[in-house]
């Protein structure tokens, strides 16, 4: 038998099962950092294998090791394990029991994905090459949980050769997968800036300094980085999604506090746009007598393939699935993924697996969200096989 039809037997042999789990674990969601049951279920499953495990890497990460019976490379499988603080909307038989919790991106199918890689690995472990790292990630969603266990070590012992990410994508047909060709996914930096002026009666504006007609003048200006300032064909976004001042309309607002987020796919862009906010702001500064701070947190960087790995995962993709299964995705999403922070210092390459209900108007992140069982026996046998081919068995 050939290694696809083995790892597709594999596969048929464990889809109840890991249908099953992805169900319980979709009944109880945990979100980032909470997910020590979700833990619990995956260390079961792990235990039950014989498989080595490492629990509270990044808190609630779980870290797991299949070595092969020959020397060979060190592949790295990432699947986050988080929920939502969405209201289940679905009406489905195992929707959420937590009200206000919810698997609305699917991390619930990726988790189970991962285990089904490590049940089907085990089988194969007589000609497995070189190992298998599975990292169970917490708190995808808050862009937290992969810096919790890099620095928890989760790079190291042993240190990876190349790593692979994967995300369940509604907008693609079920049996199948997508990639895109350079950039998956933005980058995101965080920002909260203060302008301080001073507070007066409305009545008496030159006794004061005006710190929310400085805002509304920096809301306007800061819009000039993306027309002005940056390659019109590199895209970026600079969003302020909050913006407080003032208490009263015969009051002279004091303080302004502004929020928001910068969006970029080219490495660099998100120092330049910095460096332009820091430059308006000296010019607010002057020009509109206001102080400020501006705290500036890098997130998450953009999520980049590497052009090799892809390329060797894409060819055992085609093999796997047949080369009409794996389809190019017409553009990447100015979105973000923490996966990104394991790709800066491994390459990396990461899949969307088609999970395509028919007739379901959905989308990741819609209290109406749900994927196709599919996308479980299709990501196992992909994820399996790429596994195999990267270590060199
Ligand atoms: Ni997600």
């Not at 489905?92 to 988790?111: Q, R, W």
């Not at 810096?147 to 190291?156: C, F, K, N, S, Y």
């Not at 509304?216 to 064909?233: D, G, M, Y």
């Not at 993924?337 to 007739?359: M, N, Q, T, Y």
Request: glycine content about 8%.
């Amino acid at each position: 038998m050939d290694i696809n039809a083995r790892i597709a037997k594999i596969v048929e042999s464990r889809t109840a099962e890991l249908v099953a789990l992805r169900r319980k674990l979709h009944e109880h969601p945990e979100l980032a950092f909470e997910e020590h049951e979700t833990a619990k279920a995956v260390t079961a499953f792990l235990g039950k294998l014989g498989i080595k495990f490492r629990s509270g890497v990044g808190k609630t990460g779980v870290v797991a090791v299949v070595e092969g019976a020959k020397p060979g490379k060190t592949v790295g499988i990432r699947a986050d394990m988080d929920a939502l603080p969405i209201h289940e909307q679905t009406g489905l038989p195992f929707a959420s029991k937590l009200p206000g919790k919810m698997h609305a991106c699917g991390h619930d199918v990726h988790t189970v994905i991962a285990l089904g890689v490590a049940a089907a690995l085990t089988d194969l472990r007589s000609e497995l090459a070189g190992r298998v790292k599975l990292i169970f990630q917490p708190a995808e969603e808050t862009l937290s949980g992969a810096q919790a266990m890099i620095a928890d070590g989760v790079l190291d012992d042993p240190k990876m050769d190349v790593v692979l990410g994967y995300h369940n994508w509604p907008a693609v047909e079920a049996g199948k997968v997508g990639y895109n060709a350079e950039v998956v996914m933005a980058s995101a930096d965080a920002f909260d800036i203060t302008l301080k002026g001073r507070e007066g009666h409305g009545a008496h504006p030159h006794m004061s300094i005006d710190a929310l007609a400085a805002a509304a003048h920096f809301v306007s200006q800061l819009q000039t980085i993306v027309s002005r300032e940056v390659k019109p064909i590199s895209p970026a976004v600079v969003t302020i999604g909050e913006l407080h001042a003032g208490t009263a309309r015969n009051i002279i607002a004091g303080t302004a506090v502004l929020k928001g987020i910068v969006r970029t796919m080219e490495a660099g862009l998100s120092e330049k746009i910095e460096e332009a906010m820091r430059r308006m702001l000296e010019g607010i500064k002057t020009g509109m007598r206001v102080d400020y701070t501006l705290d500036w947190k890098r997130v998450a960087p953009a999520l980049r393939n590497d052009r090799a790995m892809l390329a060797r995962l894409l060819d055992s993709a085609r093999a796997t699935l047949g080369k009409d299964n794996v389809i190019e995705l017409g553009e990447a999403s100015m979105g973000s993924e923490d996966f990104a922070w394991f790709a800066e210092k491994v390459p990396a390459a990461h899949l969307r697996i088609g999970s395509k209900i028919d007739g379901l108007d959905t989308a990741i992140h819609r209290a109406n969200y749900d994927c196709n069982d599919l996308a479980i026996p299709v990501g196992v046998r992909v994820v399996t096989r790429a596994a195999m081919e990267l270590s060199g068995s």
